[in-house]
């Protein structure tokens, strides 16, 4: 009887438990709210707020594909055979509104892989407020004034050192006056070896017909100094044209031409709403010649097909051949 009647106790007990916990309301926790990627316009497309913040971020780079054949236009060696590079770009452009003005960190990485070999780079990484700059990206010699046009093989007639350390600051004005001044460490031979830089400065006026800009770099390694001057003209909506010359004193880190100037001159024709023809010339004084023709064609938006042409007739320093090669370039944007 006592087990008999301890059972049953526990029973209802058990029971009266279940009722009463029955009977209480289910708590449910209230769910996060979800904060949803909200687009940025201030800065162009492309950018969106990063949650919870009130920087705008940017994310593009491109995928590309290069198979070329014939003789190197630059150094006018035969290749032997197909030449092959595939390259990822990733780049990462970050952007926010202080009471300096725009803050801006913009960083690119570069993965390649050349006839068999695999390559890393970091050609820019840089932070921007208000005007200054500071960080890795290509010399202001060459970007300020413009690369010469939208050929691959563009600098077999060099116009300038590219990636390098610097500090600069560009003053912008509201009539299209804009003028930069800067400092950078070089590369190579030419990498600073006092606390003396390299001293870089420009000017330039844009206009709706075109541009005018000049800069000129000091080699602190070499104590010479080179200049160059360029005008683009956009003679119709499909037609933009451009010519450049530089002047050097000596060999040096700005001045890696061959002889005392040089010149490149080409343009770009807007042959329909998906091709464009982009050709080029260059000219150095030590005697070579060399240009480029090419046809840039959108195959889909994003997707862009490049076959190009290049020659070469070397001269002076470089010899006496000639070279003629080809390219042709695969390239998804995005």
Known sequence: MNIKSLLLGSAAALVAVTGARAADAVVVAEPEPVEYVKV????????????????????SGYVRFDVKAGTDPYTGIDYGTFKVRSRASLRFDARSETELGTLRSYAEARIQFTDGENAT??????????????GVTD???????????????????????????????????????????????????????????????????????GSVSAVGGYD?????????????????????????????????????????????????????????????????????IAAALNVAYELVPGFTITPEIAYTAFSGERGDDDAFGGIVRFQRNF
């Open 40 to 59: 940025c316009d201030a800065y162009g497309a492309g950018f969106y707020y990063i949650p919870g913040t009130e920087t705008c971020l940017k994310v």
């Open 121 to 134: 780079s970091l050609p820019n990484a840089f932070i921007e407020l208000g005007g200054f700059r500071v």
């Open 139 to 209: 010399s202001q010699f060459v970007s300020w004034t413009g690369y010469v046009g939208d050929i691959i093989h563009d600098d077999v007639i060099s116009y300038g050192p590219f990636e390098t350390n610097q500090i600069n600051y560009t003053f912008t004005g509201g009539n299209g006056f804009s003028a930069l001044i800067g400092v950078e460490q070089g590369t190579g031979d030419f990498v600073i070896d006092d606390y003396m830089p390299h001293i870089v400065a420009g000017a330039k006026f844009e206009q709706g017909w």
């Open 220 to 288: 602190a390694v070499t104590e010479e100094w080179a200049g160059k001057v360029r005008l683009d003209v956009k003679a119709t909506d499909a037609i933009s044209l451009f010519v450049l010359g530089g002047y050097k004193s000596e060999d040096s880190y700005y001045g890696n031409w061959f002889g005392d100037w040089a010149v490149w001159g080409g343009g770009s024709f807007k042959a329909s709403e998906t091709a464009t023809i982009n050709a080029q010339a260059a000219y150095e004084d030590d005697g070579t």
